[in-house]
């Protein structure tokens, strides 16, 4: 009776162990709101996320410290507290007094095997960040920096969202209406990439996902967003891109960023560099994502 009851169940949840992690703060609000998503879609995720904000640091990595006089951000955590530590009630929700890299990998080594009875992550998001990290950003942002370790350093595969809508907003304000859509569509990404079957990603690829303004009165339903293959950089000097929507070369994140439809931006980046992936890695990519992909108009 179980299994048959599981076998009816496992086609439609597929659900997995996820890390999550942000460059925000572990009590922004987007990263809260996503974490509740993926929850509810059935996904077995742990929040390890920066105890401050630590927008732009990039890939910087070091030992968490005592948190200072301030505490942490939002008032989250009281002046004091140790290096790291968990929410009072949910120990899936996890702050790291340190850069988002440390804080990623402290939920992969540490706090994901503890929760997870050992086992390991087996997708890793960052995100949605509170602004967009598109082109020449994407080498600074705390966002990617622990995407692209998780998926270079630990070998999981990890997608960064990020978000152009908002102002950084603490985890227990009313959920803004971007917020919403955001990890709405973060799931969307998500759950395609997870339906495409092992493994969800090329080694050594993250994906960089950036959504478009999202207002009440513009992109406000996610029904009418579209999703682009796009480039990180310009290709100009570059070898050709995957054969994609009748051309051998990709927009870029910035050019679509720049059109006024509800573009959604996804980017096959290179974790060994931070730049975008040679061909057959995107071509991999485009078969698994191609069902929820559009071409530009
Ligand atoms: C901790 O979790 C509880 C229960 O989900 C919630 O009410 C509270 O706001 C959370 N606090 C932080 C800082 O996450
Ligand atoms: C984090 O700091 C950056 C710049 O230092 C700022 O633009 C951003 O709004 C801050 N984010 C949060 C969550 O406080
Ligand atoms: C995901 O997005 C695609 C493309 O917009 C859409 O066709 C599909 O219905 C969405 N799926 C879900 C589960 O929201």
Redesign the pocket.
């Known amino acids: 009776m179980r299994s048959q009851l599981l076998l009816a169940i496992l086609p439609f949840t597929q659900a997995i162990r996820i890390v999550q992690s942000n460059d925000d703060g572990w009590a922004e609000i987007n990263i809260r709101t996503f974490f509740d998503t993926l929850s509810k879609a059935g996904h077995d995720v742990v929040l390890s996320g920066p105890a401050e904000n630590q927008s732009g640091t990039s890939s910087s990595d070091a030992a968490p410290t005592t948190v200072d006089s301030d505490g942490c951000e939002f008032s989250s955590c009281p002046s004091g507290s140790p290096p790291t530590g968990a929410n009072a009630t949910n120990p899936r929700l996890n702050y790291v007094n340190s850069f988002p890299v440390t804080s990623i990998k402290t939920g992969i080594d540490t706090t994901g095997p503890k929760i997870w009875n050992g086992g390991k992550a087996e997708l890793a998001t960052t995100g949605p960040n509170v602004g967009s990290n598109i082109g020449i950003q994407v080498p600074f942002s705390g966002t990617v920096g622990a995407a692209v370790f998780a998926a270079h350093d630990r070998q999981i595969p990890a997608i960064a969202f990020s978000g152009k809508s908002g102002d950084p907003t603490a985890w227990d304000q009313p959920t803004p209406l971007y917020s919403k859509v955001y990890a ?2 973060a ?3 998500t ?2 990439i997870i339906s495409s079957g092992t493994p969800y990603l090329p080694n050594d690829v993250w994906l960089n996902v950036n959504f478009p303004d999202v207002s009440s009165t513009k992109c406000s339903n ?2 009418q ?3 682009i293959l796009t480039r990180i950089n310009t290709g100009v000097f570059s070898e050709k891109d995957t054969e994609w929507c009748g051309t051998d070369r990709l927009p870029t994140e910035t050019s679509v960023s720049l059109k006024s439809g509800c573009y959604v931006s996804i980017s096959v980046g290179d974790a060994a560099d931070k730049t975008t992936v040679d061909a057959a890695r995107q071509k991999e990519v485009l078969a698994k994502l191609q ?2 992909l ?1 071409c530009l108009p």
């Open positions: 709405d569509l799931l969307n990404i759950s395609r996610t029904n967003f579209q999703f069902p929820i559009s």
